[in-house]
């Protein structure tokens, strides 16, 4: 199946410093790519949708500022943890759609743990 | 968002039960999407459902696309140990995607 891969899978940084995770799409392209976040044992909540050329969309309660997307290619978007801080520890999934119309699927990536200290 | 209604929150079988899991909603989807989800990983996708009342099965999984385009449902035959983990629903309409809660699935030897 269709694979999407997510780097780092892990990474810890300083209070205040900016991360950056990227999701690539391997083997398709993908217009549009989507971000979650997860708390322990709770579902995905979706952060933004980010397409391709374009400014991405956030969900309510998303601030865009902290939160930077950039799909600046079809397989390949990144999500920027700016000024980040301990409570933006999480863990962050991203997903890409494969195929357009009725017939398209979404695959996630690995997920990235951050841990802000 | 998430506006799907997924249940139960959480089930606890022995090996070798069958397992049964549905979604619903009060909107319309074009596509039924069935993921797994083990612990500190991203989801995986076990099945798609891309027309009303098409059943599909994926070895020991089967699932259904709801006649109404409200509602799916995720059947696991035969459970093993290694079903152990969240099992999440989603429904697509164009560009809209919606999750449900996800079932927790424990699975005693």
């Known amino acids: 199946g269709a694979v999407v891969s997510q780097h780092p899978s892990w990474v810890i940084c300083k209070s205040g410093t900016s991360v950056k995770i990227e999701c690539r799409s391997l083997d398709f392209q993908a217009t549009t790519m989507f971000w979650y976040r997860q708390f322990p044992k709770q579902s995905l909540m979706l952060m933004a949708t980010s397409n391709e050329g374009s400014k991405a969309t956030y969900e309510q309660g998303v601030e865009k500022d902290k939160f930077l997307i950039n799909h600046a290619s079809l397989t390949l978007s990144t999500l920027t943890v700016t000024s980040a801080h301990p409570e933006d520890s999480s863990f962050y999934i991203c997903?890409?759609?494969?195929?357009?119309?009725?017939?398209?699927?979404?695959?996630f990536g690995e997920g990235s743990w951050l841990t802000v200290v | 968002g998430q506006q799907l209604n997924q249940s139960p929150q959480s089930m606890f079988i022995q090996e070798g039960e069958d397992v049964s899991m549905n979604c619903t909603s009060s909107?319309?989807?074009?596509?039924w999407l069935w993921y797994k989800q083990d612990p500190g990983e991203g989801p995986v996708l076990l099945i798609a459902l891309y027309k009303a009342g098409e059943l599909t099965s994926n070895g020991r999984l089967t699932a259904q696309f709801g006649i109404t385009r409200k509602d799916s449902f995720l059947n696991i035959s035969a459970s093993i140990p290694s079903d152990v983990g969240i099992y999440f629903c989603a429904g697509q309409l164009v560009g809209d995607m919606r999750f449900g809660a996800g079932t927790r699935l424990t699975v005693k030897p």
């Open positions: 997903s890409a759609r494969s195929g357009q119309g009725t017939g398209n699927t979404i695959y």
């Open positions: 909107s319309i989807f074009n596509t």
